[in-house]
């Protein structure tokens, strides 16, 4: 029984067909994600927005299988070659391979010499040979000479025949669907370095005499052969067993499976030898090809999969990470010989001042840029000191400390921030917009001190993909990377809610909901008629009707409007509940929002109705003990040590304070302040085995590590979460998981300034967990033209010539 999109979901996520049911209508209504997981939990029965998105992408798929699934009925069916069995194989495949498998002996193609064999009437020889093995070829062949049909002899005969047979066992769909997974099994990918690139290519040297089986391979090791593969430096081949095979062996697995299903055996009859050369040269020529080309998709599929799941992890790392709030913030651009870029935003984010400094070569005027900042903090009350981690960040970082020294009564506190995208923000029209009449090299600045504020509502006027927080994303399909970054996106937006008073166009336009020409309606009916009031006042924006109010109202906030609940997640569409709650504890809502002791000594089953269940219920009073709580973590600072400042300054065994800047499949990239990230390779990450470093850690988080191992030559520094650890693993290499040292052209090369720095004079910077892009969990970024390989890692990658 050919089971339906619904019930195939339901399957695989575990769940009830009724709850994909319900969320499938929802989505095809119309409804987000995050407003499906928030305000429909009792129709999908409390599917997460984890299962949600999963769903999502499942149901694109089948669909598109469903798609693919008709036309090639449809085709088949215009050729008259349609019949019931047919029909039912189609009908039951399971995946677009399967599917192609069996569409392939019916798909148009170019005239083959099959055909063409056929088109001379050789088919009943193949026939023969194939079922009567004891009939001698050649003779039998003779019967089928016809010079006026293209066949001379009796050899021309038997090698039309053999392309007949060949196209047959190749075009076998459950033949070959059972070879790929076996030769998915046991087989493995060869690399080698093509001869005269080993010195050109050396980036690649972890590559030039390299194997390993299929399944073993990690996504990393996968994008890194193919882009070796590439740029010309080595040679990959698909091999079917991990010890290669040779003809003094005799037929192979894949060649006896072959005969076995055809019916081919020696049993030395006439036909038996022909029969066998017949099976070997259709494997060697036409289905090892084919599978081998099958594989290299499936890797490159399955790599990047894995790369793009790597970069939304750390992207959702990055966007909820701890905001340092309503505070007065001085960015500082770096430069040399263009100076040091200063912004000086107010706590609301505002742009109160700016200015250019020359601290650094080759102006040197050291001490004025210091009193010109000074002479800024003091008038703005400023706080924090951003600085971008660009080209002259260490410098620039030095300059702040001394500025802290000599000014201590400033009470400033200096962080390092990644500046990746900035300048992409810079140049972008948004930015002439919000920024009018400010110089381009200016509002990198801006964007560097407001990102340390709250990172989420800053980096959301950049295209995710130039957030560089990925691997190799260069190479990864633009729409599928697109896709699932934007998902993220959404998904942190809403979580977080939304100050519709305060909001950016870019940032609404992120709420459920929310499209970017409806984000700018609510800009400007916000600034012609003032703040809105209440959530019953968006009702009043061109083009937002009922069905945009119901997916965006509980995700749009008004802090000290007419209504408490338009501050809380609580949707409007619930406040009746609310009222029945306030009933019941016969108070107000000031006198119960924010009391525990009076929220949790209430039943949610007392207010469950046929509109809203439990679930719902439960959401509502949890959010009315703790409205409008931020899911983000709290804003906290760590101190690099004193003294460390250098690569040089490394010795193995010392235990350093340190941000993880990014997170990889092999490991992560942690910041101890020297200007150069070290590597913590996944086997160096815990006594047990880790299956995936996000279980450890995440962009952002604060973490003591200790020094393995330092190459100052070639700025590797590999490091190790067990502090007990004393023996160097050598850029991470030989632990439990038995990769190659986090690869050459990933491990421990990254140069990120992640991290922010703690109070008053510390060499330092410090993070807030969650990775966030204001706080310096990001990775080191340039300023050309936004590339996203601007980060911790993908620096690495660049620096390696990968990127």
Known sequence: MTLSVSQRIAEELGVAERQVHA???LLDGGATVPFIARYRKEATGLLDDTQLRTLEERLRYLRELDQRRAAILESIGSQGKLDEALTAQIMAADSKSRLEDIYLPYKPKRRTRAQIAREAGLEPLADTLLDEPAQDPRATAAGFVDPDRGIA?????LDGARAILVERFAEDADLIGTLREQMWSRGRLVSR?????ATTGAKFADYFDFAEPYPKLPSHRVLAVFRGEKEGVLDLTMEPEEAAETVATGPTRYEAAIAARFGVSDQGRPADRWLSDTVRWAWRTRILIH??????LRLWQAAET????????????LLLAAPAGTRATMGLDPGLRTGVKVAVVDATGKVVATDTIYPHEPRRQWDASIETLARLAAAHQVELVAIGNGTASRETDRLAGELIRR????????????????SVYSASAYAAQELPGLDVSLRGAVSIARRLQDPLAELVKIDPRSIGVGQYQHDLSEVTLSRSLDAVVEDCVNAVGVDVNTASAPLLTRVSGIGAGLAENIVLHRDANGPFRSRRDLRQVPRLGPKAFEQCAGFLRIPGGEDPLDSSSVHPEAYPVVRRILAAVKQELPAVIGRSAVLRGLRATDFVDDTFGLPTVTDILTELEKPGRDPRPEFRTATFAEGVETIADLVPGLILEGVVTNVAAFGAFV???VHQDGLVHVSAMSRTFVRDPHEVVKSGDVVKVRVLDVDVPRKRISLTLRLDDTEASRGGGRGQQGDRGGDRETGGRSQGRGGQGGRGGQSGRSQGRGGQSGH?????????????ANDAMADALRRAGLA
Do not use: W, Y
């Open 23 to 25: 969320a499938v209508e």
């Open 407 to 422: 000014h201590p009564h400033l009470n400033l506190t200096k962080l390092v921030v990644s500046e990746s995208g900035a």
């Open 153 to 157: 002899d009796a050899a021309a005969a």
């Open 776 to 788: 310096g969990g990001q990775p080191r970024s340039g300023r050309g033209g936004g590339a996203p």
């Open 671 to 673: 910041d101890i302040g």
């Open 291 to 296: 599978l081998g080309a099958d594989l290299r």
């Open 193 to 197: 370095v093509r001869d005269g690139q």
């Open 306 to 317: 894995e790369a793009v799941r790597v970069f939304a992890t750390n992207l959702r790392d």
